[in-house]
């Protein structure tokens, strides 16, 4: 089983640039089809970023061209580079693992209900 730990959420201004962490371990073999989501109070889980095991990746509409994902596979950390901060971003940030691939990740893999292991998630506040 593979076990995920978001870090670097915080609290920042409009236009911040702050940078997420997930960190994999445990069987992480099983963690090649990996993501980001977040949920907002009162809202549904959102996707926000996922790639898949080739390396493929897939933003939601609210933050193409803002946020950028990528993947360290030695250290086996996912990562969610987050820049142009506007405060509908506020959320809860969580990291997932265990996703759909292939022709499945192209049309799922921002759909939480397609991953089965999830973190705890990391708070980011935009003011």
């Known amino acids: 089983h593979v076990q995920l730990v978001e870090s670097g959420g915080d609290s920042v201004q409009g236009g911040g640039s702050p940078r997420l962490s997930c960190a994999a371990s445990?069987?992480?073999?099983?963690?090649?089809?990996m993501g980001w989501f977040r949920q907002a109070p009162g809202k549904e889980r959102e996707g926000v970023a996922a790639?898949?095991?080739?390396?493929?990746?897939n933003y939601g509409d609210s933050v193409k061209g803002r946020f950028t994902l990528s993947k360290d596979n030695t250290e086996n950390t996912l990562f969610l580079q987050m820049t142009s901060l506007k405060p509908e971003d506020t959320a809860m940030y969580y990291c997932?693992?265990?996703?759909?691939?292939?022709?499945?990740?192209?049309?799922?893999?921002?759909?939480?209900?397609?991953?089965?292991?999830w973190g705890q998630g990391t708070q980011v506040t935009v003011s």
């Open positions: 997932a693992a265990q996703g759909a691939s292939g022709l499945l990740f192209r049309l799922l893999g921002l759909q939480p209900k397609t991953y089965t292991v």
């Open positions: 445990g069987d992480t073999y099983s963690s090649y089809c």
């Open positions: 790639i898949d095991s080739d390396g493929r990746t």
